[in-house]
């Protein structure tokens, strides 16, 4: 899997948008950009996934460059349980690919 | 999404016990599922690659004698710990992906989290 940049920490007020950037760019043609979220001693939980068009779900959105090479992961009104641990990680989709995950974002939504 | 539980969500054993944690995908069948390791404030790292009716395929510096991997079923894989010791104490997260792939992406269970005494 490519490597992905993430900052190690951000702060965002709650109620308002929380914009986090990822790079990866090494990713391939066949990689796809996912976003998942730890919140303290709990699993992993699914956010998002994209290849090159932009995505949008109930959680979140998804902005991938045209390029590829790097990503934005929005979300439109944060909220205190929002609070955790964001990683980027590119995977090819296939059910045998596992994530590699970095160290990820460390997001803090704040009253 | 799909669900994905891991039982027990904490577990305290003595130095020299063995455990085990069970993986269950709950509303879908897995042929593959993942185990990961988390150490306190650190990221996730994958232990294992858990193929039902095959051996694990384990990754480097991981002891497949210690850490016994079997997926017996498209639902259910467990994790034995064994002869656990104080430095084996850790956050143990299961994930597993639809069959066939899905749209692709991983669930992960709750999370087993493991002290060793």
């Known amino acids: 899997d490519a490597k992905t940049t993430q900052p190690p920490s951000m702060d965002c007020a709650e109620g308002r948008a929380a914009n986090l950037p990822c790079n990866h760019s090494t990713i391939s043609g066949n990689e796809y950009v996912y976003w998942y979220r730890q919140i303290h001693s709990q699993g992993p939980q699914y956010i998002i996934h994209?290849?090159?068009n932009n995505e949008t779900n109930e959680m979140a959105s998804l902005i991938i460059t045209e390029d590829r090479k790097s990503s934005t992961l929005i979300l439109p009104h944060a909220t205190l349980r929002d609070t955790a641990v964001y990683y980027c990680?590119?995977?090819?989709?296939?059910?045998?690919?596992?994530?590699?995950f970095g160290k990820g974002t460390m997001l803090l939504v704040s009253p | 999404g799909a669900v994905v539980s891991q039982h027990p969500s904490r577990v305290i054993c003595k130095s020299g016990t063995s455990v085990k944690i069970e993986c269950r995908s709950l509303?879908?069948?897995?042929?593959?599922m993942f185990w990961y390791r988390q150490f306190p404030k650190k990221s996730l790292m994958l232990m294992a690659t858990?193929?039902?009716?095959?051996?694990?395929?384990?990754e480097q510096g991981v002891e497949k004698d210690k850490f016994l991997i079997n997926h017996a079923s498209l639902t259910l894989s467990t994790l034995t710990v064994t002869s656990a010791h104080p430095e084996d104490s850790s956050f143990y997260i299961c994930s597993a992906s639809l069959l066939g792939g899905g749209s692709g992406e991983l669930f992960f269970g709750e999370g087993s989290r493991l002290t060793v005494l």
């Open positions: 858990s193929n039902e009716g095959s051996k694990a395929t384990y």
């Open positions: 509303d879908f069948q897995a042929t593959t």
């Open positions: 990680i590119v995977r090819s989709n296939s059910g045998y690919s596992t994530l590699t």
């Open positions: 994209g290849l090159k």
